[in-house]
T-cell receptor
């Protein structure tokens, strides 16, 4: 089992809904990441938080809003998504200057 | 910028035969190289990494990888494949000293035939 926990495992939402994805780790990592992955494709980096501060935003549309309330938690707030946003959303964590990344099992998001 | 090439889309191998998944990379400076595996409906699972030292790196589940600086390659190998090794494999690279951006290859689907 992974040490990075993501909830929910599955989410179906309409284009007008607001929902949030949650990620939690207790490994003492100070860097946390959101990735988006389409089927059979590599993960695409969305955001990186380092010491609870947003350090990388890969030009992600504003309908995705990340939040890092503390060193163990990472949220991704979703609003007015499009069907093409349907994907597996992966959270990961690491020591800031080190990798490997430790990935959660993801949230499978379907936008209808 | 860094990049990774995984030239094959799918690798088919008979159970018990050696498995090789190819990876070449491009990065300025010294590379930090990784292999990850992804099983269906799961996240990516770290297999092994190369940073410095011995060019042959041993990882989880009997996998190993050989770093070849002159060929800029980091091929993943397993002497005897199992059906349970069937999964999607990603090679990744980042600069040894740099930001936290990993460049992933496109992935290789490995199918181990019983």
């Amino acid at each position: 089992d992974t040490e990075v926990t993501q909830t929910p495992k599955h989410l179906v939402m309409g284009m007008t809904n607001k929902k949030s994805l949650k990620c939690e780790q207790h490994m003492g990592h100070r860097a946390m990441y959101w990735y988006k992955q389409k089927a059979k494709k590599p993960p695409e980096l969305m955001f990186v938080y380092s010491y609870e501060k947003l350090s990388i935003n890969e030009s992600v549309p504003s309908r995705f809003s990340p939040e890092c309330p503390n060193s163990s938690l990472l949220n991704l707030h979703l609003h007015a998504l499009q069907p093409e946003d349907s994907a597996l959303y992966l959270c990961a964590s690491s020591h800031p200057a080190e990798i490997p990344l430790h990935f959660g099992n993801g949230t499978r998001l379907t936008v209808t | 910028a860094q990049s990774v090439a995984q030239p094959e889309d799918q690798v088919n191998v008979a159970e018990g035969n050696p498995l090789t998944v190819k990876c070449t990379y491009s990065v300025s400076g010294n590379p930090y190289l990784f292999w990850y595996v992804q099983y269906p409906n799961r996240g990516l699972q770290f297999l092994l990494k190369y940073i410095t030292g011995d060019n042959l790196v041993k990882g989880s589940y009997g996998f190993e990888a050989e770093f070849n600086k002159s060929q800029t390659s980091f091929h993943l190998k397993k002497p005897s494949a199992l059906v349970s090794d069937s999964a999607l494999y990603f090679c990744a690279v980042r600069r040894l000293y740099g930001n936290n951006r990993l460049a992933f290859g496109k992935g290789n689907q490995v199918v181990v035939i019983p």
